[in-house]
């Protein structure tokens, strides 16, 4: 039932007025850092009037504080598949905002996809082939789109070392470099840490 002013507690608001921003699968509690994360969407969501009316039916399902190069810090942050396109809506709003609540930390937002195995066909709950959107290649290429948008990704490369490691570079619109060419490296970070591969982001040269 939704709390009313007729309900008294003894304990602080802040345990629970931004909880509901947060949804975790069922009989999980967010971490701390999590907690901290939604608290900070709800308290813009209350005092933001350019966010107010979207994040008002928008929620996130976990939230990580990684190490990225140079020894500083990211924040990343799972929404649900089917929300992405409202969060997009708002996002540059919304990152801009958390940086500055989270010290500068780079913010980025990523769906929540779920990855079927090659064996999806033959289990018996399922009729028909594996869906492509499903795929492990399609969900690291949906992973790379999730980190830099709203950055358009313009060419891809794969280059093979000399060692046989390989190393996908990836171009993005040059236009967009001055707004995103310091968080190259965070992106990078947390494309291996999810993914466990390494990407290099590049803009390519633009000829007059």
């Known amino acids: 039932f939704p709390l009313t002013s007729h309900f008294h ?10 909880r509901q921003k947060i949804v975790k699968p069922e009989g999980k509690e967010p971490t701390e850092f999590e907690a901290r994360v939604a608290q900070e969407i709800f308290n813009l969501e209350l005092n933001n009037a ?5 994040l ?10 990684v190490e990225v190069e140079g020894g500083k810090k990211a924040i990343i942050i799972f929404v649900p598949f089917n929300l992405l396109k409202s969060f997009r809506k708002i996002q540059k709003i ?33 009729n028909g082939i594996r869906p492509r959107s499903r795929t492990l290649k399609h969900v690291h290429e949906a992973i790379l789109e999730d980190l ?21 570079k990836v171009h993005l619109n040059p236009k967009e470099q001055v707004n ?6 965070t992106f990078a970070s947390v494309y291996k840490m999810l993914c466990s591969k390494e990407v290099a982001f590049e803009f390519p040269v633009t000829r007059e």
Not at 9 to 18: E, I, L, N
Not at 111 to 116: F, V
Not at 180 to 185: I, M, S
Request: aromatic share 8%; net charge positive.
């Open 148 to 168: 830099v948008y709203p950055t358009e990704i313009v060419g891809k490369r794969t280059r093979v070392r000399t060692n046989g490691s390989k190393l996908l």
């Open 180 to 185: 995103v060419e310091t968080k190259l490296d």
């Open 9 to 18: 507690s003894s304990q602080p608001v802040a345990m629970f007025t931004g």
């Open 94 to 126: 919304l990152v801009e905002e958390l940086e500055k609540k989270f010290s500068g930390n780079h913010v980025v937002i990523i769906a929540q996809r779920t990855m079927l195995k090659k064996s999806y066909a033959r289990n018996k709950k399922f």
């Open 50 to 54: 350019s966010l107010k009316s979207e």
């Open 56 to 65: 008002r039916r928008l929620y996130i399902t976990a939230a990580r504080q």
